[in-house]
């Protein structure tokens, strides 16, 4: 049976048989069964790559304190804003540049040397000694951890029609929960030498600095997927005698033109010009749900910043006074929960609701959640313990479903050649104004933090009005005529 099929495929004109991504489409067809392997390979290289993103949240307070940077416990915030932006505004710099390799060179060799940049720069940030360290570690990951676009691209490519949408869900779901492990490891495993005194003393590598081990921890966890991603299949067409791929993603990439003279007079086969040819530029239902999904993402990536340093900070200034290990637990307690929700109820309610009425609903709800913070804050024990993790596991369930919602109307917004082209727009324009984010939410902690009896919104009651306002801006922005939708039926399965 598998050799008949092979027969068949070699007399379409559109099959090559030395062609990585017409092998895997011949596989698709041979595969009946549930991808279980796929999606597992996907899980473990999005979990690889959002890991060492929001590991250093918990302990990055109590880092640059001990770099001895600050000199006011309140700018501890300002400094700790540089570090955290340092890996986006990396990421923002190079995210183009490797989706237009992954379109022309493979999406396998961009995917491997991103979980390669994880074992170095995540262990050297480990291993810092003092501020700049920190900052050029997290600069260079940022820079050469360029995997995100491509994986999207791949998720889709590797699957046959019917398990496409499950290959996104799953990208946007290991991306969510890396996001909230990382932080949990971090507050878990920072500082063992106090935390473990049985298990590391003071003078051991791991008690001389103290940061080190949830670094390590995930640079062993990146190596081992750098090992396992070898074995890949490559999904990218490479056709000799037209390859398209390239020329897709540089052609979609010109914003000056729709088509370049190139390609002017290539034509499928029934005479219509492929749509691929058009710039992603001007392709505003793809534009605009980027910008929509940017301006979420700096609220979402200054909320991130904010939590750990806001629970970590004493009484007196308006936080918690939370140890590592309190956020830690705080963080792990929201994963388990964003696990269970993107896994059970969120496809029902955006298969009933839609992905843009979901997002609605969740950053409403998000705004009014926020606006409880600082009076959780005036609680102590139990109390204060119960709801600040019910709040944390709400608010990350919000902020997920607002970015599935919006990947959805991205990836529905171009053809399967430009997704490469397309995510690595989208990254960059994400990884800028998450950038802007945790600089510019430590900036506004600590600022925040010097106002306690300030007439107007005192204290930190200042830092989730302004969480608020851009949270809001992006509600406003979800409705016509900014947000435009594709009218056309979602490509390649993809919902």
């Known amino acids: 049976m598998a050799e008949e099929y092979r027969e068949a495929l070699l007399k379409k004109d559109d099959y090559h048989e030395n062609c990585p991504g017409c092998q895997v489409d011949q596989l698709k067809e041979l595969k009946k069964g549930f991808p279980f392997r796929d999606l597992v390979s996907i899980w473990i290289v999005v979990l690889c790559t959002a890991l060492p993103i929001s590991t250093l949240f918990p302990f990055l307070y109590f880092m640059i304190r001990d770099f001895g940077i600050a000199e006011r416990e309140e700018d501890i915030g300002y400094y700790a804003g540089y570090v955290g932006s340092s890996f986006m505004i990396g990421r923002a710099l190079t995210s183009v540049f490797w989706g237009i390799v992954a379109d022309r060179y493979g999406r396998k060799p961009v995917i491997l040397l991103g979980t390669i940049a994880v074992v170095i720069f995540n262990t050297l940030f480990g291993l810092s000694v003092n501020f700049w360290m920190a900052i050029v570690t997290r600069f260079l990951l940022g820079c050469l951890n360029g995997l995100l676009g491509p994986i999207k691209a791949y998720a889709v490519e590797i699957f046959r029609a019917e398990y496409q949408a499950l290959g996104l869900s799953t990208v946007s779901t290991a991306w969510g929960i890396g996001l909230i492990i990382g932080p949990a490891l971090g507050g878990f495993l920072a500082q063992p030498a106090e935390k473990y005194p049985n298990l590391f003393s003071k003078e051991s590598l791991f008690g001389r600095f103290p940061y080190f081990l949830p670094c390590f921890c ?278």
């Not at 993603?249 to 290539?266: F, I, M, P, Q, V």
């Not at 839609?354 to 997002?359: D, E, H, L, Y």
């Open 218 to 495: 995930i640079s062993l966890f990146a190596l081992v997927v750098t090992i396992v991603s070898c074995w890949l299949p490559e999904t990218l067409h490479v056709h000799n005698e037209k390859k398209t791929s390239s020329n897709d993603s540089y052609n979609a990439l010109e914003a000056a033109t729709g088509a370049s003279k190139g390609d002017e007079a290539r034509t499928d086969d029934k005479g219509r010009k492929p749509s691929s040819n058009e710039s992603l530029l001007k392709n505003w239902p793809l534009m605009s749900s980027i910008i929509v999904y940017c301006i979420f993402s700096l609220h979402d990536m200054a909320y991130t910043e904010i939590f750990s340093l806001w629970a970590e900070s004493s009484r007196k200034l308006g936080g918690l006074g939370y140890t590592t290990e309190d956020v830690g637990e705080v963080l792990a307690v929201s994963g388990f929960g964003l696990l269970v929700f993107q896994l059970s109820l969120y496809p029902y309610v955006e298969r009933i609701l839609g992905p843009i009425p979901v997002a609605r609903i969740a950053a409403a709800l998000s705004i009014l959640l926020l606006s409880s913070y600082p009076f959780i804050a005036m609680l102590s024990g139990l109390g204060l313990s119960i709801l600040i993790n019910c709040a944390s596991i709400m608010k990350n369930v919000f902020s997920v479903s607002i970015i599935t919602g919006m990947f959805i109307l991205q990836n529905n917004a171009v053809d399967q050649n430009q997704r490469g082209a397309a995510n690595g727009i989208s990254m960059t324009g994400m990884s800028f104004f998450k950038a802007v984010g945790p600089a510019g939410g430590g900036a506004i902690l600590s600022w925040a933090q010097r106002r306690q009896n300030a007439a107007f919104l005192p204290g930190v009651q200042l830092v989730f009005f302004i969480l608020n306002a851009v949270e809001l801006i992006g509600v406003l922005m979800t409705f016509k005529p900014f947000l435009a939708q594709t009218q056309d039926k979602p490509r390649n399965g993809t919902a």
